[in-house]
Nanobody, 126 residues
Framework: QVHLVESGGGSVQSGGSLRLSCAASAVTYDSYCMGWFRQAPGKGREGVATIDSAGTTSYADSVKGRFTISKDDAKNTLYLQMNSLKPEDTAEYYC????????????????????WGQGTQVTVSS
């Protein structure tokens, strides 16, 4: 059963931090490639970060050096630590899984992800 549940969103001031969590079912967590996307009001979805089963990560240029994606295999949980938040980081954040290719070693935000969570809102005020 596919199951992704995000939590940890909220409202913070510019420069603050938040940690998003994504609890995944065992079937979903077994995905080769997982990640985080976001969508700001009036804008399209933007890939934020990905991580493959070996722990290799990739990030959008807009969040490099500020955000860190990680996972806890014992808890089937994906995380996104967000530091030095900016107002432009305000968006609905989605956990994704089921993308990339294990055979090709391909895992980044350009992949087509089949599973999406319901989203968690992050609001950063100036």
């Amino acid at each position: 059963q596919v199951h992704l549940v995000e939590s940890g969103g909220g409202s913070v001031q510019s420069g603050g931090s938040l940690r998003l969590s994504c609890a995944a079912s065992a079937v979903t967590y077994d995905s080769y490639c997982m990640g985080w996307f976001r969508q700001a009001p009036g804008k399209g979805r933007e890939g934020v970060a990905t991580i493959d089963s070996a722990g290799t990560t990739s990030y959008a240029d807009s969040v490099k050096g500020r955000f860190t994606i990680s996972k806890d295999d014992a808890k089937n949980t994906l995380y996104l630590q967000m530091n030095s938040l900016k107002p432009e980081d305000t968006a609905e954040y989605y956990c994704v899984a089921g993308g990339g290719s294990r055979d090709l070693g391909y895992c980044d935000t350009g992949a087509d992800f089949g599973y999406w969570g319901q989203g968690t809102q992050v609001t950063v005020s100036s």
